[in-house]
T-cell receptor
């Protein structure tokens, strides 16, 4: 039982490059989330998926797209990376919207 | 949207002393208030949570209090130990998403 896994752990991109961050959970959770964490700003929600087949914007969705591939997997795509997207990205899952969220170990992304 | 403020941003206590972290929120629709602990290089982990129909909740050395009228909630850690050193985040949930505070870096001095 691995919980929430994220790949890659570290990534360096040049401005304008694209990449997809992968997230998978093995807890049969319905809801999944993508957050970014910046120094002094806490965690901010980028996108979430309340259930398989649905996705919704969070607080800071600009510059990102998501795909809920199936119940287990939720990916985050940066189409054209910008230095402002340098951050640590966390994926989380929960049984439902009113339940505890379980976080992955994070992906540290640097855009130069 | 919801605005969650968290204080202090850093806190140092002697081992065995108590630590208190406070959060305020703005949206009266918020009804779920979790607290997370984040160790260096790891993702946040839930340590305790409280719902709006409860005023206080305890779990061993950790307690959370909620004052809905004043829109604030607090984390209390008693008999602190060096392994309590971490960053702590509060959060509030009004409708569909969580809003997090900016974190408190707690250092417990042996």
């Amino acid at each position: 039982n691995a919980g929430v896994t994220q790949t890659p752990k570290f990534q360096v991109l040049k401005t304008g490059q694209s990449m997809t961050l992968q997230c998978a959970q093995d807890m049969n959770h319905n809801s999944m989330y993508w957050y970014r964490q910046d120094p002094g700003m806490g965690l901010r929600l980028i996108y979430y998926s309340a259930s398989e087949g649905t996705t919704d914007k969070g607080e800071v969705p600009n510059g990102y797209n998501v795909s809920r591939l199936n119940k287990r997997e939720f990916s985050l795509r940066l189409e054209s990376a910008a230095p402002s997207q340098t951050s640590v990205y966390f994926c989380a899952s929960s049984e439902g919207e009113d339940y505890e969220q379980y976080f992955g170990p994070g992906t540290r992304l640097t855009v130069t | 949207g919801e605005n969650v403020e968290q204080h202090p941003s850093t806190l140092s206590v002697q081992e065995g002393d108590s630590a208190v972290i406070k959060c305020t929120y703005s949206d009266s629709a918020s009804n779920y208030f979790p607290w997370y602990k984040q160790e260096l290089g790891k993702g946040p982990q839930l340590i305790i949570d409280i719902r709006s129909n409860v005023g206080e909740k305890k779990d061993q050395r950790i307690a959370v209090t909620l004052n809905k009228t004043a829109k604030h909630f607090s984390l209390h850690i008693t008999e602190t130990q060096p392994e309590d050193s971490a960053v702590y985040f509060c959060a509030a949930k009004p409708m569909y998403q969580f809003y997090f505070g900016t974190g408190t870096s707690l250092t417990v001095i042996p």
